[in-house]
């Protein structure tokens, strides 16, 4: 009989914040599910649902009277909100009331007639299991007491069975990370110390300008009499190796820079004598300059001491002995050009001054410098990837994700990604417990699919993006789409929705799939992991990704719009022309009204022209075109698409989820004014924008192509309205928007753009999607193709020849390059003499080709011998002299 107290005004109006540190409703509304126990915020994941339902069943408990709604509560309004393990390996379950759309509370427990609420259930097993395409349930048994069950996913949703999963289609990203991925990066500096993160300023540089493998800044120090010379300007020019011993303690002969134009700066290796010898001999020589390598073993780049002897005439630098080592090497096999302009060097404007001591180099604060470091891994603003940071302008860098986890139980990782990066060099490395499961990969340019089974216990996980010394090249970096590791826990508290428009689940479900078109998703009512996709009944058909029986819509009449002209193959310069049905057929295509509209009129026709690359040599079909190439060269296929008098080979359309809010629920009239057409004069593939009030889907247009090299997808079109691209408009590549893509306006015309894509070697396919969207277009609204071109397609004709480069030789059908072989080289002396235009030649006897694609055959040492065709040496044969005979 006691009135119960009013809510403060404190506690009605003050902003609550869930345990993610977000600012929700009043203390009033917090609730941790909805009814049938399904998280409002599943999509959040699974790893921090339960802590949000036991905190809000908690919550709950300690509410005013008056907070709470006041109708008597029955069995079926119990919510139940487990909590996290203990220490002990068991969780607690609390009860609460079901809530509303407001975020109330629906009912009273403590009002007069209310069912009698289970008391919480105090130890739950954390060991207790459910199967993908389940979580843990909680309900009542006859005696009132809890008991768990495993309860399967809803339709829409889905489990992993005791895990978590960050998918880029989602926008995952943008949400806070697992606890446990983590990134950091270390790059090494120019006196070959590894910092963690940050920017390093280097007081001193050399630029190397060529080869391109090996271009950047290595840090280097000055000697002390630089700054006494003066008129030297800038230092641009060749590096050449000291002759001989390498040590430049001799005179070098004028013969050392006989025919180099320009400066040169000469490259010697410490020891043998003083620095100031090194720079008199090298001047005797022609050498504008001297960069010699440090002998010191620290990693710290010093100047060379003072001596007594006269001051040397030309300015000399001293460089690590690890860069030292690469451009030895690089020296050997090409030629490399140098820059010392950089004004903290530039003895004519400021020379630094070295300190004496062994921390070595000190300068001016205000000298500029080169600028050194790395950057992690971050998020994409969009949640749809996350990459390995912004390390173009940054060399000799390791940007790593790592992610640490203690499994309960056997389980798996799956991860999916691209990465674009100088060749060879730079690329994606994958670990698990220090061992290198993906080796270094320069180009991935769509994702790759990667999944490792893991075993109880501890394991740490490493992402790696990689960079040598020099090169940045492509995007420079390594994308995840998606990561999700199961073995977390013995079972998932919560489902998660598909996380995609386009996919779908049955009940019970341990992920998300979609049907092929004229088929939908069937599954038995509590069947785990049952799903699969069924025909529609005779007379009815499915737009691809569609759910339940009630998706296969009724074929309606054929009309006008769902025909069209197609052609046979030609013969003697000629083809038959006739009606048939557009794809993909929606209509009653088999009723007697439908064959009139197609009629049995076949015309004969000349045959259209053939698409660029491609001849007609007999009148029939048009097949590839075969260029005489000179020896050493090879065609460069690239299949042109250049009109649209029909279809060209291996496109194919397709119509998606037509129907307001992708329930299929369209006519089939209002389908045949979508999809793909073909310009009644040729000049383009065209899809036409639809009313608003049609519903959504899509309108796709696919190539299927072979690309057996590394290449590029080129296209033109125009898209009405310009806004349309990027929102209506889009290209996939393998189902997936590509990376690297390039848009170019052309003609001035906002909305006729030239795209360029990369493209992975391997099967692809490519995709000119038309997003139909209720209010995001209209009648006057479209997506004309006008031309297409890829390069390295299989089957298509060559547009040029290319030679191939050195280490590779034409390969059998003269469509590409392929690697020298072990043993073979295209310039078989080791000074790389006359490139073989017959391809890869032996190594003569006495030299060899340690690996595929060597440019030069390289000679044994002394004590060694090897066969013509070698890939090594082996100990040369003894012959022992004997004394003759007396």
């Not at 005797?284 to 002897?309: E, F, H, I, T, W």
């Not at 971050?378 to 000799?396: A, E, I, K, L």
């Not at 928007?737 to 030239?754: K, R, S, W």
């Amino acid at each position: 009989g006691r009135a119960s107290p009013p809510c403060t005004r404190a506690l009605a109006r003050a902003p609550a914040t869930n345990n993610q540190g977000v600012v929700g409703s009043p203390l009033c509304g917090m609730v941790g599910s909805e009814p049938g126990g399904q998280p409002r915020s599943s999509r959040r994941g699974s790893w921090d649902a339960s802590r949000r339902s036991a905190g809000a069943a908690l919550l709950l408990a300690l509410l005013p009277p008056t907070c709470r709604a006041s109708r008597p509560c029955d069995s079926s309004d119990w919510r139940y909100a487990l909590g996290t393990c203990g220490a002990d390996t068991f969780r607690q379950v609390f009860v609460h009331a079901a809530v509303g759309d407001d975020e109330s509370p629906i009912c009273d427990p403590g009002a007069s007639g209310s069912a009698r609420q289970p008391r919480p259930l105090e130890r739950l097993s954390c060991d207790f299991r459910c199967p993908a395409g389940s979580i843990v349930g909680i309900g009542p048994l006859p005696s009132g007491e809890l008991a768990a069950s495993c309860t399967s996913c809803p339709a829409g949703h889905f489990s992993l069975g005791g895990g978590w999963l960050v998918s880029g289609v989602a926008g995952d990203w943008r949400k806070p990370w697992p606890v446990g991925l983590q990134s950091t990066c270390m790059y090494k500096d120019g006196m070959n110390r590894w910092n963690i993160g940050g920017v390093h300023h280097a007081p001193c540089s050399l630029r190397v300008e060529a080869p391109e493998g090996v271009a950047g800044e290595f840090e280097m120090a000055t000697a002390a009499w630089n700054a006494k010379l003066s008129s030297l300007g800038p230092l641009v020019g060749r590096l050449r190796l000291a002759p001989g011993d390498g040590r430049a303690c001799a005179p070098v002969p004028l013969a050392w820079r006989a025919g180099i134009e320009g400066k040169v700066l000469l490259l010697a290796r410490p020891g043998g004598c003083d620095a100031e010898v090194k720079a008199a001999n090298a001047l005797l020589g022609g050498a504008d300059a001297v960069l010699l390598m440090d002998l010191s073993r620290d990693g710290v780049v010093r100047a060379p001491p003072s001596q007594s002897s006269p001051q040397p005439r030309i300015p000399l630098f001293v460089i690590g002995q690890e860069n030292g080592d690469v451009l030895t090497v690089v020296s050997k096999q090409s030629t490399v050009i140098v820059n010392v302009s950089s004004p903290a060097c530039h003895v004519e404007d400021a020379a630094p001054r070295l300190s004496n001591g062994s921390s070595g180099a000190t300068f001016e604060d205000d000298l500029p410098s080169l600028v050194m470091g790395c950057a992690p891994w971050t998020s994409d603003p969009t949640g749809q990837f996350v990459y390995s940071g912004n390390n173009w302008h940054f060399h000799r860098i390791v940007s790593t994700l790592s992610l640490s986890i203690n499994l309960v139980r056997d389980g798996y990782v799956a991860f999916r990604y691209a990465v674009n990066a100088e060749s060879g060099f730079d690329g994606f490395i994958f670990e698990l417990d220090w061992k290198e499961l993906v080796a270094l990969t320069s180009t991935q340019l769509t994702y790759q699919d990667v999944h490792v089974n893991l075993t109880e216990g501890v394991h740490t996980m490493r992402w790696q993006y990689t960079k040598d010394y020099g090169t940045s090249h492509g995007e420079d970096r390594t994308w995840l789409q998606l990561l999700e590791v199961v073995g977390l826990a013995q079972a998932d508290l919560a489902c998660m929705p598909c996380h995609s428009e386009r996919t779908h689940s049955v009940a019970g479900a341990a992920n998300c799939n979609a049907c092929d078109a004229n088929e939908f998703l069937e599954g038995g009512v509590g069947q785990q992991n049952f799903a699969q996709c069924a025909p529609c009944p005779q007379g009815r058909w499915s737009p691809e990704g569609s759910v339940g029986k009630a998706a296969c819509l009724e074929r309606q009449a054929c009309t006008e719009g769902d025909a069209e002209i197609q052609y046979s193959a030609c013969r003697s310069h000629t083809r038959s022309r006739q009606r048939a049905w557009r794809a993909p057929v929606i209509c009653d295509k088999d009723s007697p009204a439908a064959a009139a509209l197609l009629g049995t009129n076949i015309e004969s026709v000349a045959c259209e022209p053939c698409q660029p690359n491609t001849h007609r040599p007999d009148g029939g079909e048009c097949i590839p075109m075969v260029l005489p190439c000179k020896p050493g060269q090879h065609g460069v296929p690239e299949l042109v698409v250049g009109h649209w008098h029909s279809w060209p080979s291996n496109f194919s359309q397709e119509l998606r989820t037509i129907g307001g809010a992708g329930t299929g629920s369209s006519t089939a009239a209002a389908a045949a004014s979508r999809g793909w057409r073909l310009d009644a004069g040729g000049a383009f593939a065209f899809v036409r924008g639809t009313a608003p009030a049609s519903g959504d889907g899509d309108a796709l247009l696919h190539l299927h192509v072979d690309v057996h090299d590394t290449a590029r997808v080129r296209f033109s079109c125009e898209v009405t309205p310009a806004e349309a691209w990027g929102r209506d408009a889009l290209f996939w590549v393998d189902n997936v928007l590509p990376m690297g893509l390039v848009a170019e306006t052309l003609h001035d015309h906002p909305g006729h753009l030239l795209i360029s894509v990369p493209l992975a070697a391997g099967r692809r396919k490519l995709s000119w999607v038309w997003q139909y969207r209720e209010g995001s277009a209209s009648e006057a609204a479209g997506f004309r193709l006008l031309n297409v071109s890829v390069e390295h397609a299989m089957g298509a004709g060559a547009a040029r020849c290319e030679r191939c480069t050195e280490g590779t030789e034409v390969s059998m059908d003269g469509t590409s390059c392929r690697k020298c072989t072990a043993g073979t080289a295209t310039s078989p002396s080791e000074d790389g003499g006359a490139f073989a235009e017959e391809g890869c030649q032996p190594c003569p006897p006495g030299s060899f080709a340690p690996a595929a694609g060597s440019q030069s055959c390289l000679m044994c040492g002394h004590g060694l011998w090897s066969e013509r065709g070698s890939s090594s040496c082996t100990a040369a044969p003894v012959v022992e002299k004997s004394d003759p005979a007396p």
